[in-house]
């Protein structure tokens, strides 16, 4: 698949531990494509946060591998499930 504006995608960070207080996990979180920088690096506005979030500079970690190996700072994306 080929990133493009407007396109959902599933936002996960690891920032977020799994016995938040709030309930968060790492995700996924709904998201959607606001900027492409290349296929693999985009911009998003992620859905399902009381304070709209928006993410710059993304990059895409495909399922088969490990994301503590590519994700720098522990965000990142990948397409739904399906697609």
């Known amino acids: 698949m080929i990133a ?14 799994k016995d938040a207080h709030d309930g968060r996990g790492p ?6 494509v606001t900027q492409v920088r ?3 690096v985009v911009d998003i506005a992620v859905f399902g946060f009381s304070d709209d979030r928006d993410v ?3 990059p895409k970690v495909e399922r088969n591998v490990p ?8 965000r990142y994306w990948r397409w739904p499930r399906g697609d």
């Open 27 to 32: 995700g996924p979180y709904a998201a959607i």
């Open 4 to 17: 493009s504006v407007g396109r959902i995608v599933h936002y996960f960070s690891m920032s977020f531990p």
């Open 38 to 40: 290349d296929n693999n």
């Open 56 to 58: 710059n500079d993304l």
């Open 67 to 74: 994301p503590q190996t590519l994700a720098e700072n522990g």
